[in-house]
């Protein structure tokens, strides 16, 4: 019944999970490599061969992502619907800036149909659709250095594929800092890992709704918002 | 006028005749070319014009006994190149003294001939320093061809090809090490880490495994081998210079001081940020719950 209630699938948090892992590594591996130094020999090799095959795992978990999203149904949460630009993303703003220090209930908080308030959802479209394919294709690409063109817009083509890898690798890191700070944000800084841990989200039983109108523009949006004083959105 | 007529052409057809490295050196040219025309000697002179030493004179070198014909003069008689270049220092990896030094530790005079000499690697006839190459890719390929000349000879092009096979076989420590092959010179690695020579060639068990020694910080690359194209880069490229050294792309060696100092800052202001946030909350509550 819980799983009803807005919880994740078990796929779901294997692949959030191991996407986490995987991630982790390929970030350390990858500033290992960045900011490398004479040292121990073969490390650097060793930085190599993980960071390559961590990289191959998590393009796996990527395909595991895109199936779930296709065909597992887990795409609509990544659908832009009415009312996420216009009001979402200011709302969602003005709560994180305000609302969420003086403990206004959340503007969007998780239900079965609506998994990410509007800024969450941006944010994700930008890092799963498209940060992320730039970060897979370039770095595929760089474990076959002799075939990328020798020279592309004046510098080195491979030296133009590593840097596109190595910099939006950079704002996808930065954006799992900002990501692992707003797990906090639940009922109890530990809630939401707890929640995408177990995929239980602890209630037992739907959170009553209020009118509010005007909160968004979706069908069945418009005068039933579920009030909640969590704060439960990553 | 008749005469005149004459004697251009007579004059034209002498410059025609003389070879053209003949030609240009006009006066001061000795006369081994004359018995020498480039049809009967194993020199080949439009290489040698461009050779470092195209402006000395054939008896420069070939001194003793050479001067008449036939010649008494022997190769083993002949000067060594330290005779001319002791004291010479170009750069800091151009020192002759050390280079010189440096061959006699290395493995080829302790293990291989005592009586190594510098021209069983550089051709004195055709060298050209890598400052005065198109770039860093020809001076490697020609560094390696010295080294390959021995260690990857074989009687046939196809004996050739299946040493050099051999040899690049030895190096598949390497991620992608048929590149590395390619893409590096041997010296790089097979002399010692953290000394500019290049000519103390080490034995293959204290060859340097240290990737990092390349694809690191003050890379070796650029420290050792190509310092010319790094100072020539800098100058012309200025701070880009870090993305198009050598033409190439090494992780961790060619990186951009500013673009890693503004992503570094951007971490710090994400991470000052989220801690920010973090205490505010923290505050907040407490605050709140003062009040209630």
């Given at each position: 019944?819980?799983?009803?209630?807005?919880?994740?699938?078990?796929?779901?948090?294997?692949?959030?999970?191991?996407?986490?892992v995987?991630?982790?590594?390929?970030?350390?591996?990858?500033?290992?490599?960045?900011?490398?130094?004479?040292?121990?020999?073969?490390?650097?090799r060793?930085?190599?061969?993980?960071?390559?095959?961590?990289g191959?795992?998590?393009?796996?978990?990527?395909?595991?992502?895109l199936?779930?999203?296709?065909?597992?149904?887990?795409?609509?949460?990544?659908?832009?619907?009415?009312?996420?630009?216009?009001?979402?993303?200011?709302?969602q703003?003005?709560?994180?800036?305000?609302?969420?220090?003086?403990?206004?209930?959340?503007?969007?908080?998780?239900?079965?149909?609506?998994?990410?308030?509007?800024?969450?959802?941006?944010?994700?479209?930008?890092?799963?659709?498209?940060?992320?394919?730039i970060?897979?294709?370039?770095?595929?690409?760089?474990?076959f250095?002799?075939?990328?063109?020798?020279?592309m817009?004046g510098?080195?083509?491979?030296?133009?594929?590593?840097?596109?890898?190595?910099?939006?690798?950079?704002?996808?890191?930065?954006?799992?800092?900002?990501?692992?700070?707003?797990?906090?944000?639940?009922?109890?800084p530990?809630?939401?890992?707890?929640?995408?841990?177990?995929?239980?989200?602890?209630?037992?039983?739907?959170?009553?709704?209020?009118?509010?109108?005007?909160?968004?523009?979706?069908?069945?949006?418009?005068?039933?918002?579920?009030?909640?004083?969590?704060k439960?959105?990553? | 006028?008749?005469?005149?007529?004459?004697?251009?052409?007579?004059?034209?057809?002498?410059?025609?005749?003389?070879?053209?490295?003949?030609?240009?050196?006009?006066?001061?040219?000795?006369?081994?070319?004359?018995?020498?025309?480039?049809?009967?000697?194993?020199?080949?002179?439009?290489?040698?014009?461009h050779?470092?030493?195209?402006t000395?004179?054939?008896?420069?070198?070939?001194?003793?006994?050479?001067?008449?014909?036939?010649?008494?003069?022997?190769?083993?008689?002949?000067?060594?190149?330290?005779?001319?270049?002791?004291?010479?220092?170009?750069?800091?990896?151009?020192?002759f003294?050390?280079?010189?030094?440096?061959v006699?530790?290395?493995?080829?005079?302790?293990m291989?001939?005592?009586?190594?000499?510098?021209?069983?690697?550089?051709?004195?006839?055709?060298?050209?320093?890598?400052?005065?190459?198109?770039?860093?890719?020809?001076?490697?390929?020609?560094?390696?061809?010295?080294?390959?000349?021995?260690?990857?000879?074989?009687?046939?092009?196809?004996?050739?090809?299946?040493?050099?096979?051999?040899?690049?076989?030895?190096?598949?420590?390497?991620?992608?090490?048929?590149?590395?092959?390619?893409?590096?010179?041997?010296?790089?690695?097979?002399?010692?880490r953290?000394e500019?020579?290049?000519?103390?060639?080490?034995?293959?068990?204290?060859?340097?495994?240290?990737?990092?020694?390349?694809?690191?910080?003050?890379?070796?690359?650029?420290?050792?081998?190509?310092?010319?194209?790094?100072?020539?880069?800098?100058?012309?490229?200025?701070?880009?210079?870090?993305?198009?050294?050598?033409?190439?792309?090494?992780?961790?060696?060619?990186?951009?001081?500013?673009?890693?100092?503004?992503?570094?800052?951007?971490?710090?202001?994400?991470?000052?940020?989220?801690?920010?946030?973090?205490?505010?909350?923290?505050?907040?509550?407490?605050?709140?719950?003062?009040?209630?």
């Amino acid at each position: 019944m819980r799983r009803e209630l807005g919880g994740y699938p078990l796929w779901l948090r294997v692949w959030h999970w191991g996407n986490a892992v995987l991630f982790v590594i390929l970030l350390i591996t990858g500033l290992s490599m960045h900011y490398s130094r004479p040292g121990p020999a073969l490390g650097f090799r060793t930085d190599v061969l993980i960071h390559n095959t961590a990289g191959a795992l998590l393009t796996l978990f990527y395909c595991l992502f895109l199936y779930g999203n296709l065909r597992l149904g887990n795409g609509r949460y990544y659908r832009i619907v009415a009312g996420d630009i216009e009001p979402g993303l200011l709302w969602q703003t003005r709560y994180y800036l305000w609302g969420i220090f003086v403990g206004s209930p959340h503007p969007y908080p998780h239900s079965e149909e609506r998994k990410f308030n509007p800024l969450q959802k941006m944010f994700y479209l930008a890092v799963m659709y498209l940060l992320f394919p730039i970060l897979a294709v370039t770095g595929w690409a760089l474990l076959f250095p002799g075939r990328l063109p020798e020279a592309m817009f004046g510098v080195p083509g491979i030296g133009l594929w590593a840097l596109a890898h190595t910099y939006i690798g950079y704002f996808v890191s930065l954006f799992m800092v900002i990501h692992v700070y707003l797990g906090t944000t639940g009922s109890t800084p530990g809630a939401l890992f707890r929640f995408m841990w177990s995929g239980d989200t602890g209630r037992p039983e739907p959170a009553p709704t209020v009118p509010r109108p005007g909160l968004g523009d979706r069908p069945g949006d418009h005068d039933a918002v579920p009030v909640t004083t969590t704060k439960e959105h990553i | 006028m008749r005469a005149v007529g004459t004697f251009v052409l007579l004059l034209a057809s002498a410059i025609w005749f003389v070879p053209a490295s003949v030609a240009q050196k006009g006066e001061h040219e000795p006369p081994c070319m004359q018995c020498h025309q480039p049809r009967d000697t194993t020199i080949d002179p439009v290489q040698f014009s461009h050779s470092v030493h195209a402006t000395l004179d054939c008896t420069s070198c070939h001194t003793e006994g050479f001067s008449k014909f036939p010649h008494a003069g022997t190769r083993a008689g002949m000067p060594d190149c330290i005779d001319c270049h002791s004291g010479m220092v170009v750069s800091p990896t151009i020192d002759f003294d050390k280079i010189a030094q440096g061959v006699q530790a290395s493995v080829h005079v302790k293990m291989v001939d005592p009586a190594f000499r510098c021209t069983n690697c550089h051709s004195p006839h055709y060298f050209i320093p890598a400052s005065r190459m198109v770039d860093a890719s020809v001076a490697r390929s020609v560094a390696n061809k010295s080294c390959l000349g021995c260690h990857a000879a074989g009687d046939t092009p196809a004996a050739s090809d299946r040493a050099f096979e051999k040899l690049a076989e030895k190096h598949r420590l390497f991620p992608h090490w048929e590149l590395h092959i390619q893409e590096n010179a041997c010296v790089a690695c097979h002399t010692p880490r953290g000394e500019q020579t290049i000519h103390l060639i080490l034995p293959k068990s204290e060859a340097l495994r240290d990737c990092a020694a390349c694809h690191g910080k003050n890379s070796l690359l650029a420290t050792k081998l190509y310092t010319h194209l790094a100072l020539k880069e800098r100058a012309e490229h200025g701070w880009v210079n870090s993305m198009v050294f050598n033409n190439a792309y090494l992780t961790g060696a060619i990186r951009n001081r500013w673009l890693d100092w503004t992503t570094l800052g951007l971490a710090g202001l994400v991470l000052l940020g989220v801690a920010a946030h973090g205490l505010g909350r923290l505050l907040f509550a407490r605050f709140l719950r003062r009040r209630s």
